[in-house]
């Protein structure tokens, strides 16, 4: 929790530093696909306040309202994160594409693209994003918090877009002033396709009830070891924050008392609250399998 609440805040202040500068220099230099770059690192600090909110309020203890505790926070923070991308990127896409059609349209505009000033600055976001992206995401994958990979994923999604817009204010500055606000609409695709995959994969970890291939092989290779069971009829798991809650179905001796087939079920909870990483609570059904083997 302490690691994910630092890449949450880590990241809060680089975008405000980040969307401070880049929005001034973009004003002052005259480049559209900076000044995008801009807007799109200011809604990035304003979700990034959103989510250490959200982050703060998972760290609370279960509740007799929440059993499960406050993890889930993680996930919904993460489907915020990505709704305030996708309404940025669409945003970002409509601006830029007036500019373009009125610097196409109009004659002598005067427009002789952005001073150097803002092709070092989105230089230096490529190269600084570069850092952030992968320190946020080792963060994220090792703790499981949805929220901080999110993140994650639009730090490397800033990366592609101050790429889009150096591109663009060098071409600018070469004589095509079309091309710098050309790349802010490429800014905002880029924006949009990382939107909607946080949101595809922040609506899957709070839907889903399937356990992953991998956990699953797991568990079934960890119960072929419990004597007494027959054969595993169901198994789910579903993730609370980083955490899983497993429920099962295990076919049992029919001659066994309910005495033993409860100290089957109990093994079950211990084995894989103690072998699964991340693995809070299992509950067991067991009922009588008669004629059947593993």
């Known amino acids: 929790m302490k690691r994910g609440s630092i890449a949450v805040h880590v990241g809060l202040f680089a975008n ?5 500068l880049k929005t001034g ?3 002052l230099a005259n480049s559209p696909a900076l000044l995008a770059d801009g807007i799109n690192s200011s809604s990035d600090t304003a979700y990034g306040i959103v989510v250490s909110i959200f982050m703060k309020v998972s760290r609370k203890p279960a509740d007799k309202e929440h059993p499960y505790g406050h993890e889930q926070m993680e ?18 896409f409509f601006t830029s594409v007036d500019k373009v059609y009125d610097l196409l349209t109009t004659e002598n505009t005067g427009y002789k693209g952005a001073s150097v000033t803002a092709l070092w600055a989105a230089l230096f976001t490529v190269v ?3 850092g952030l992206t992968v320190w946020t995401m080792r963060i994220g994958k090792l703790t499981r918090n949805m929220a901080v990979i999110a993140l994650g994923h639009d730090h490397r999604n800033d990366i592609f877009a101050s790429m889009a817009a150096a591109a663009g204010i060098y071409f600018g500055r070469m004589g095509h002033p079309w091309v710098d606000p050309l790349a802010g609409t490429l800014v905002s695709l880029v924006i949009l396709l990382t939107g909607v995959e ?10 889903h009830t ?7 092989k797991q568990i079934h290779s960890l119960l072929s070891q419990v004597k ?14 980083p955490y899983y809650v497993i429920n099962l179905t295990i076919g049992v001796d029919g001659s066994l008392t309910v005495k033993e087939g409860d100290r089957i079920a109990t093994e079950v909870e211990h084995l894989l609250c103690e072998r699964i990483e991340f693995v809070r609570r299992v509950h067991v059904h067991y009922h009588p399998v008669d004629n059947c083997g593993y």
């Open 16 to 20: 405000t530093f980040l969307a401070l």
């Open 25 to 27: 220099i973009g004003i």
């Open 75 to 92: 996930s919904i923070a993460a489907v915020v994160v990505g709704a305030f991308v996708i309404t940025t990127a669409i945003a970002i």
């Open 128 to 130: 600084f994003k570069t």
């Open 198 to 207: 946080i949101l595809r994969s922040s609506a899957w970890d709070l839907m």
């Open 210 to 216: 399937q356990p992953g291939k991998t956990l699953s």
């Open 228 to 241: 007494g069971i027959h054969v595993v009829e169901e198994l789910h798991a579903h993730s609370f924050g």
